[in-house]
């Protein structure tokens, strides 16, 4: 049986997989120095190609693939119906894979690449410097929606997290509010520590101390942690990086009989269905999730008619304030 994979030739060549496969397949498209290394290693590790890895750089299966941190939130499931109906007008269809482990990450994404998709759009945001590597070596293009990389080797679809945390938090200064708290999560989110950076920025503009409040993301652990925070805490202002944290909050101040807005203004970063719901209506900064899912897949389309490698690009889309009941 042989062990030696597609993975390892790579990696040992420095090179990624889609080059390794151009070699088996198209070598005249290669450049002489690296057609000469990938061969001889190949040579060496006795690597024999499947029918799948020769495969890698040519077909076409009409299917992308994308990669959740899980489908419990609301966003998710709101900006994948975005992927999807932009996927169908392109005559893509869609496979979803949940990438909830950490442990086992490096399994999850070679089965992605294993299922022989056209394109990836990457929804992940908490992942190890391996996951990078593997990404880098993968042989299709792949996109973060909503999400951001660590360096700018990858392409994205989203918002400025930074900026519409500043502009928020300086508005709300400028009305008059000196006590402003930020909830974030516990679990490092560059999304979410892009927000806090322009939270910062605001309040250390305005010589405010910046109140950073970690949430591990789970309701009832949350809410204890809440009350607990506002036996000793009466802020003006609370910004919740998740609509899920600015509600769950707005409720526990509600039932300590705190009055909002009179007494506590709540803004959420996402304006999912659930802010509606609210009772009183949360004000949010609209993440345009569903045009944010649609405008990935356009990218992605384009990356994959590409039959050279292209630089990556960074779609920032507009955002907006939706001022409720929550705020005055």
Request: overall charge neutral.
């Amino acid at each position: 049986m042989n062990q030696i994979k597609i993975y390892d030739i790579a990696g040992s060549a420095g090179v990624s997989l889609a080059t390794v496969s151009r070699v088996l397949n198209h070598p005249e498209k290669v450049k002489k120095v690296t057609r000469e290394k990938v061969l001889r290693i190949i040579k060496e590790k006795g690597y024999k190609p499947n029918a799948n890895a020769r495969g890698l750089a040519s077909r076409k299966s009409t299917t992308i693939a994308i990669v959740v941190p899980t489908l419990t939130r609301a966003s998710i499931s709101e900006m994948i119906q975005g992927i999807e109906n932009s996927a169908k007008k392109f005559g893509y269809t869609i496979r979803l894979f949940v990438n909830d482990d950490l442990e086992n990450e490096q399994e999850t994404w070679r089965e992605v690449v294993a299922s022989s998709v056209d394109g990836i759009l990457f929804m992940c945001d908490e992942m190890s410097d391996s996951i990078y590597e593997l990404i880098a070596f993968t042989p299709v293009p792949v996109v973060f929606v909503n999400a951001q990389s660590k360096n700018q080797t990858f392409g994205s679809v989203g918002i400025d997290n930074e900026k519409c945390a500043y502009d928020i938090t300086k508005q709300m200064i400028e009305k008059g509010n000196k006590k402003i708290t930020f909830i974030t999560t516990k679990h490092t989110y560059t999304v979410n520590e892009t927000k806090v950076k322009g939270y910062e920025k605001a309040m250390h503009e305005a010589d405010l101390e910046p109140e950073i409040l970690e949430s591990v993301g789970v309701i009832e652990e949350n809410e204890a942690q809440y009350r607990e925070y506002l036996k000793d805490h009466r802020p003006d202002v609370v910004l919740g990086a998740r609509d899920s944290m600015a509600i769950s909050f707005m409720n526990v101040a509600v039932k300590l009989g705190i009055k909002v807005p009179d007494e506590l203004q709540v803004i959420g970063f996402q304006n999912t269905r659930y802010a509606q719901l609210s009772n009183p209506k949360l004000t949010c900064i609209d993440t345009p999730i569903y045009e944010i899912g649609n405008l990935a897949m356009v990218k992605l389309t384009g990356l994959m008619k590409e039959n050279v490698d292209i630089k990556p690009t960074n779609t920032v889309i507009d955002y907006q304030i939706i001022w409720r009941d929550s705020t005055k």
